[in-house]
T-cell receptor
């Protein structure tokens, strides 16, 4: 039981490049989330999903897209990376919003 | 609407002394409340949660928190700090709902706990 895993752990992009972050969970959770963490700002929700095939915008969705084609996977895409997207990205999953969220180890992204 | 305020961005204690990390919340609905801990370069781990049962909640590693509705607070405490408690702590609020409606967690900005010898 691996819990929540994220790929890759680190990435450096140039401005304008694209990339996809992968999140996988093996707990059969319905809900999955993508957050970004910036110093002094806590975690901010980018996008989330309440089940396979569904996605919704969170607090800071601009510049990101997501897909949930399989229940266990939640992908976060950056189509044209900008330096403002330099951050640590966390994926999480849960049974429902009143239940605890399980977090992945994070992806540290730097955009130059 | 909901929000969380962590009243201290940094707290420093000596090993063996009590820890108090303060959190106030606001929510239009009856909330679920959580405390998460994040050690350096790690993901977040749940310490404890309140979901409308007992108002005094016990968590892992000797931490506990008390839900006080009249004060809209959910402060985190520990009787005796250990060096391994040094980390960042996040207070989190979510409305309690019965079925998935897309409601989301709202995170506080975090409190960095430093434990000195």
């Amino acid at each position: 039981n691996a819990g929540v895993t994220q790929t890759p752990k680190f990435r450096v992009l140039k401005t304008g490049q694209s990339m996809t972050l992968l999140c996988a969970q093996d707990m059969n959770h319905e809900y999955m989330y993508w957050y970004r963490q910036d110093p002094g700002m806590g975690l901010r929700l980018i996008h989330y999903s309440v089940g396979e095939g569904t996605t919704a915008k969170g607090e800071v969705p601009d510049g990101y897209n997501v897909s949930r084609l399989k229940k266990q996977n939640f992908l976060l895409g950056l189509e044209s990376a900008a330096p403002s997207q330099t951050s640590v990205y966390f994926c999480a999953s849960s049974w429902d919003t009143s239940y605890e969220q399980y977090f992945g180890p994070g992806t540290r992204l730097t955009v130059t | 609407a909901q929000s969380v305020t962590q009243l201290d961005s940094h707290v420093s204690v000596s090993e063996g002394t009590p820890v108090l990390l303060r959190c106030n919340y606001s929510s239009s609905y009856s909330p679920s409340l959580f405390w998460y801990v994040q050690h350096p370069n790690k993901g977040l781990q749940l310490l404890l949660k309140y979901t409308s049962a007992a108002t005094l909640v016990k968590g892992i590693n000797g931490f506990e928190a008390e839900f006080k509705k009249s004060e809209t607070s959910f402060h985190l405490t520990k009787p005796s700090a250990h060096m391994s408690d040094a980390a960042e702590y996040f207070c989190v609020v979510s409305p309690i709902i019965l079925t998935g409606g897309g409601n989301k967690l709202t995170f506080g900005t975090g409190t960095q706990l430093k434990v000195e010898l």
